[in-house]
């Protein structure tokens, strides 16, 4: 889901960037007023997990790569707004050292996956882990459904961005400028990989690690304000 | 042992781990993620690079691309993989420095 540079023309780069801008300032002033220092630790390791766990691409046989991102539950322990910041960070690391997502569409990858997929991702969770201690299985289970469900939207997000620029950009002779595939295949393209593979990892990993924090850490799954 | 501890070993070992996410792939001959594909493989899927395309692909020149060393793209597995774990120590390296960078700047003392 990290679309790099050249797949996305300069408008979409830029409205990206621009909406990300007042989610980052956000994020920034809201973690300032919630975030605690002995949080701190976790947010780097929750930064790190996302990062190394995006580093295991799981193949399609004979197909395409992908991976899970971690976000969901990144934005579980810390709440969606320190989670924007955390897989920021990741991503912004990939992209600069490792060229794994384009610097043009750092706006466009945060935005589905540092934005999009926690925030679904946590109120997902929210909602059907309500009124249910936190150590209990459905919120081990809300945990899985909650990843599943916000790396499919991220990904449903990144298909549209996609699948806009042969209609945006192109030459003359309709050949595209950027991305070659329109909405009819890069849609059912993003969604279906991770509907079918993709979204599956992400919630095996964070129902997993839910379900080793409530053994181990009860205490850093209470409820975490907006 | 404190749960933090606890995580950062967890985190070790998903470095130890990670030349997986570059073995299995490989092992089940998949290629790029949808939408990732170099010059090369755009050109074979759909006859032709699109300009734009061409001229932004290479835009930026990252330091260790595709978690590779420059000039080990022809290196075997073995090598490849050492890459991808020192890859993955080096990045987690800047990304806790960031976090505590922005942890300082944004998070008031004795909270």
Known sequence: MHIPDGYLGPATCGIFYAVM????????????????????????????FSFVIMMFNVPIPGGSTGHAVGGVLVAILLGPWAACIAITVA??????LFGDGGITAIGANCFNMAFVLPFVGYYVYNAISFNTPAESGRSALAAGIAGYIGINIAAIFAGVEFGLQPMLH???????????????????????????????????????????????APDYLQAKEA | MKITTKLWIGLAVLVVLSPLGLIIPDHFKAGSAWGEWGGDEIKALVGYVPQGLEKLAGLWNAPIPDYAFKGWEAKGLPQLSLAYVISAIVGILFIVLTVILVGKLLVKKGG
């Open chain 1, 91 to 96: 991503l912004v690391i990939q992209a600069l």
């Open chain 1, 21 to 48: 801008l007042p989610i980052w300032t956000i994020a920034s002033r809201i973690v300032k007023k919630t975030l605690q220092v002995k949080q701190v630790p976790i947010l780097a390791i929750g930064a790190a």
């Open chain 1, 170 to 216: 192109h030459t003359a002779a309709g050949q595209a400028l950027y991305c070659p595939y329109g909405l009819n295949v890069a849609v059912p393209a993003m969604a279906g990989e991770h509907l079918l593979v993709f979204g599956w990892v992400e919630a095996v990993v964070t129902a997993l690690v839910i379900k080793y924090l409530q053994k181990q």
